[in-house]
């Protein structure tokens, strides 16, 4: 799996997904995840538009596979 190094190219992919949020992974390389997290804000700003929801990651040698989930799903695991 590449690392995504670039904001850009990461919305792009969140945004051309079909599909379930649960089988989507975004690899983000280390060096896009700044120390204020602007970056990731603005990808999770994305993430939110197509009502889903963050579930986590798995740190990988140089980045991240970030997970996600449906608002749906949320709400049903609360139930």
């Known amino acids: ?3 995504i190094e670039n904001i850009e190219n ?3 992919r969140v945004e051309r997904f079909q599909g379930q949020p649960e089988a989507f992974l975004l690899p983000i ?3 896009l995840i700044d120390p204020i997290g602007l970056n990731m804000a603005v990808i999770t700003d994305r ?3 197509r009502k889903w929801q963050p579930d986590g990651f798995e740190q ?3 980045y991240r596979i970030y997970k996600y989930k449906s608002w749906e799903s949320v ?3 609360r139930g």
Do not use: Q, T, V
């Open 47 to 49: 993430i939110l538009a």
């Open 29 to 31: 390389a280390d060096s």
């Open 60 to 62: 990988r040698d140089g």
């Open 10 to 12: 990461a919305i792009e």
């Open 1 to 3: 799996m590449e690392p």
């Open 75 to 77: 709400l049903r695991d």
